[in-house]
């Protein structure tokens, strides 16, 4: 099978690598479609291979397939010919620590111990193959997004018009959270989420005070007017907006991260202690996540405007290339076929 292999910094190579046995409790799935995602670029950016990916791996981990071959001991509700997402934290029996490693840019994958609905999750025919690849960062952004469980009437601010923010501001909306915002510094990013439903604020343009209050109107603390924002979901990963944030948060909001900060950031205990400010870090997805997920592939209109390349497998090294390069790019996905 063909298989694209990380050997370092911007070195993707294609090769032939054998495709896997299948085990009596095992599952072959030949892949579909793949996203690239955003930990798949920081790795191949910096060139390292203790961040996830050893050198010389296959690697992916968003990915949708067929199943083209079962073991004897596996489930009868798993057959050949079923469209599946597969969940990378569960694909394998070493967990997590190396589902960066799930071989989504390899025509095939074998899935350890399968089983639907722990690492298989069942995909409807009528899902486009490349939205059903958004199943897993579907999963990240909505997970960060309920993880602070805003209610309906909840004035919800999302950081970030990435893929995750994106994915989280979908999730929300999908869900009947209506008053929904995302900040972002692109005007481009910004207008797909207009497309999915959400109102936006672009901080070159304003100031996050400023534009918060005309979304949202604001409320007196302590003789300051502040945005009436009850929920901020991190997916911006930006020191200087989170400390703006911090600056103008109201009492009792809680704030969701889920972005990847890559430094420490400064912050004020105090303001957390005299707002009772909530603050809660989201990482991964569950079963309930991923399945509610499934069901906003179907309903969420405009979905697919969060892919906006799809390459060939052979051309992966260009793919991985316009994702670095991000201009006019929220998700790039690779074909398998």
Known sequence: ?????????????????????????????????????????????????????????????????????????????????????????????????????????????????????????????????????????????????????????????????????????????????TNVCVVDIDDWRLGKAIELGAVTVNTTKESLEEGLIKQFGAINVYGQNVPNVDVFIDAAGAPILFDQVMKIIKPHARISIIAVYKNEVPISLAQIMSKEVQIKGASGYTHEDIAKVIEHLTSIANLSTIITQVYKLDDIQEAFNKAIDAKETIKVVVDLT
């Open 1 to 177: 099978m063909k298989a694209a292999i990380y050997y370092g910094k911007n070195d993707i190579r294609l090769e032939e690598r054998p495709i896997p046995s299948v085990g009596t409790k095992d599952v072959l799935v030949r892949n579909l479609r793949s996203g690239i995602c955003g930990t798949d670029i920081n790795i191949v950016k910096a060139g390292a291979g203790n961040m996830g990916i050893s050198l010389g791996s296959e690697f992916g981990h968003e990915m949708v397939g067929e199943i083209v071959e079962v073991g004897t001991d596996v489930s009868s509700d798993i057959v050949v010919g079923m469209r599946v997402g597969i969940n990378p934290i569960t694909a394998k029996k070493v967990g997590r620590r190396k589902s960066l490693e799930c071989s989504g840019f390899s025509q095939f994958v074998l899935i350890e111990d399968a089983a639907l609905n722990h690492n298989l999750y069942e995909m409807n025919s009528n899902i486009p193959v490349e939205v059903a690849a958004l199943m897993e960062p579907m999963s990240v952004g909505r997970h960060g997004a309920f993880s602070s469980n805003p209610g309906p009437t909840d004035k919800v601010v999302v950081l970030g018009a990435g893929p995750i923010g994106l994915s989280a501001a979908a999730s929300l909306i999908a869900e009947g959270i």
